[in-house]
T-cell receptor
């Protein structure tokens, strides 16, 4: 069965520092997509970054980068130069192969300290 | 990517009543998805709504409790029926548009509290 695991329920980081949020996944399908979403306290879900299983390079989107280690089945999110507005829940998700369904991890609550 | 208008943004409801949540998309989409996020939990897919056909429900969710309408390619509603406090959650609609690597676009969510 496909599964996403986020082992860090909460993280703290100082403003302007970098932080890594962990995500491991399990699937037997060779083709899959991995996503990170941010959920502020308002409840909306904001797409951050995508990594395809066949992508040769790690995805980057501004201050967000994805450390993709396929052999380890990990897709960690790195946020550089943290800002106070980065305080939120972060969810890792995987697209279920052959469908439009996504499996979400349990999330990591990030708090950026001034 | 799409813009989704979801309403209401929040509501407090009495147990035993029903609430209908609306999602309007600014583009035509084949499938719309409804998710539930219980307090402190991750997102769980309730159902997939296709225009012109019955919604497809995930295990643990039934049409009598969560009826869904999909009258056209830009609009869908989810009703939470005969509510109990256990239904207190954030409900989110979502669509997938454009290239696969854009992922879902979500509505702003409906924060429901049942008292």
């Amino acid at each position: 069965a496909q599964k996403i695991t986020q082992t860090q329920p909460g993280m703290f980081v100082q403003e302007k520092e970098a932080v890594t949020l962990d995500c491991t996944y399990d699937t037997s399908d060779p083709s899959y997509g991995l996503f990170w979403y941010k959920q502020p306290s308002s409840g909306e879900m904001i797409f951050l970054i995508y990594q395809g299983s066949y992508d040769q390079q790690n995805a980057t989107e501004g201050r967000y980068s994805l450390n993709f280690q396929k052999a380890r089945k990990s897709a960690n999110l790195v946020i550089s130069a943290s800002q106070l507005g980065d305080s939120a829940m972060y969810f890792c998700a995987m697209r279920v192969s052959g469908t439009y369904k996504y499996i979400f991890g349990t999330g990591t609550r990030l708090k950026v300290l001034a | 990517s799409a813009v989704i208008s979801q309403k209401p943004s929040r509501d407090i409801c009495q147990r035993g009543t029903s609430l209908t949540i609306q999602c309007q998309v600014d583009s035509q989409v084949t499938m719309m998805f409804w998710y539930r996020q219980q307090p402190g939990q991750s997102l769980t897919l309730i159902a997939t709504a296709n225009q012109g056909s019955e919604a497809t429900y995930e295990s643990g969710f039934v049409i009598d409790k969560f009826p869904i309408s999909r009258p056209n390619l830009t609009f869908s509603t989810l009703t939470v029926s005969n509510m109990s406090p256990e239904d207190s959650s954030i409900y989110l609609c979502s669509v997938e548009l454009g290239q696969r690597d854009y992922g879902y676009t979500f509505g702003s969510g409906t924060r429901l509290t049942v008292v």
